[in-house]
Every structure is written in C-alpha cells, then in structure tokens.
C-alpha cells in the first residue's frame, strides 16, 4: 500500500481541455512536492509546497495543499501535448520523502 | 541538464555479477540520494547520504551498499544480481539533509539483468 495515493492512474485528454490529479493520504507531510518525470529522463521538481490551504500557481499550473496538510491537488488549464509525462507527488514527513505512483498524462493534439 | 550526473546511463549484465553505479551532485549540494525505480513499485527510496556519513536507509537489500566520498559524489554497489534488480537507478541531490524542500534528480542508470 502506497503512503501516497494518486488519482487517476492514467488520463488521456485532448489539447485544450482542463484537468486535475490528486495526492491523498491519511498522514500529515511537513511539505509536498510535485515533480513531472518523462521517458528516460529522472522527475523534475515542479513545486513544493509547505504551509496548509497554500495554493501555487506556475503559468497553467495550479497547486493546492490542503488545510491539513495531508492531501494536494494539481490543476491543469488549456493542457498541451507539452505537458504529457508522469505527474508524481512526494510528501515529506521529517527527513523521510515518499513518492506516489504517479498520474500518466497524455495530452492528444 | 539537471546538474546532478549518473554514469552509466545504461547498463547490461548477468545474475550473480556486481556492478558500481556512479553519482556527481549538483554543485553545492551536500546530501545525495539514491531511488529504484520499476514499473510495479514506483520511486522507492534506498539511501541518504550527508556531506559523507550515512543519514538514512529506505528498503535497500542486504545485497546493495553505497558510500558517499569526500568530493561527495556516490556510488551505489549492486551484488548478487538478480533478474528482479533489474530497474531505473536514480541518484538525486539537496543543499541540506531534510528532504523539505524538494531535489534534483539525475537522468539515472537503466540497469537490466540478463
């Protein structure tokens, strides 16, 4: 059983479209992180986030931790084919950093 | 580039055999960390080092072990190979000891077990 869980396991969208994954859990992280991992190439850090109720925007991106720091979400506006990879969230309890199975995105032109 | 840099990128060998996996941090980052992963586990972490002492240990085998050295690039040591060992290694990279703020990862090592 996965610490983190993320929804959905694959998305397939079309250019244009909106979406949203999710990173839940029943334990409380000091900070989360979001990382997008492509093929054959180690995870990029998108975010961290640390403080409950914060929300991050970079350009199309939106970023929320929630108030109880146990749980995050990822907003997606106007997706393009660009933004197809592996969407991983982290949580960091003390100096511990687990990582979810990640959300397969593909974004279709 | 990320800055943090894994040789090899790939890597062929047979069960039984024990190979080095080598890792350079990003200028300035103190701690290194090493991750497996696989398709049905994910990023599973095996170990930390810090400015060269051992900080923590993930579910790393008996069979792996890895040391920090003082220029602070890493390796990790994979023996007794198994098919099931076969995975994508990566190697990442942090100013401080806590995980808090996120890392940088390499490319990673694409071991496969013959």
């Known amino acids: 059983t996965q610490l983190l869980e993320q929804s959905p396991q694959f998305l397939s969208i079309q250019e244009g479209e909106n979406l949203t994954v999710y990173c839940n859990s029943s334990?409380?992280?000091?900070?989360l992180q979001w990382y997008r991992q492509e093929p054959g190439e180690g995870p990029v850090l998108l975010v961290t986030?640390?403080?409950?109720?914060e929300v991050k925007k970079l350009k199309r991106l939106t970023f929320q931790f929630g108030d109880a720091r146990k749980d995050s979400s990822l907003h997606i506006t106007a997706a393009q084919p660009g933004d197809t990879g592996l969407y991983l969230c982290?949580?960091?309890?003390?100096?511990?950093?687990?990582f979810g199975a990640g959300t397969r995105l593909t974004v279709k032109p | 580039d990320s800055g943090v840099t894994q040789t090899p990128k790939h890597l062929i060998t047979a069960t039984g055999q024990r190979v080095t996996l080598r890792c350079s941090p990003r200028?300035?980052?103190?701690?290194v960390y090493w991750y497996q992963q696989s398709l049905d586990q994910g990023l599973q972490f095996l170990i930390q080092?810090?400015?060269?002492?051992?900080?923590a240990k993930g579910n790393i085998l008996e069979r792996f072990s890895a040391q920090q050295f003082p220029d602070l690039h890493s390796e990790l040591n994979l023996s007794s190979l198994e098919l099931g060992d076969s995975a994508l290694y990566f190697c990442?990279?942090?100013?401080?000891?806590?995980?808090?703020?996120?890392?940088?990862f390499g490319s990673g090592t694409r071991l496969t077990v013959v």
């Open positions: 990442a990279s942090s100013v401080q000891d806590r995980a808090s703020y996120g890392y940088t």
């Open positions: 334990s409380v992280f000091s900070s």
């Open positions: 986030v640390v403080t409950g109720g």
């Open positions: 982290a949580g960091a309890i003390g100096n511990d950093m687990r």
């Open positions: 200028s300035g980052d103190l701690s």
């Open positions: 080092y810090y400015n060269g002492e051992e900080r």
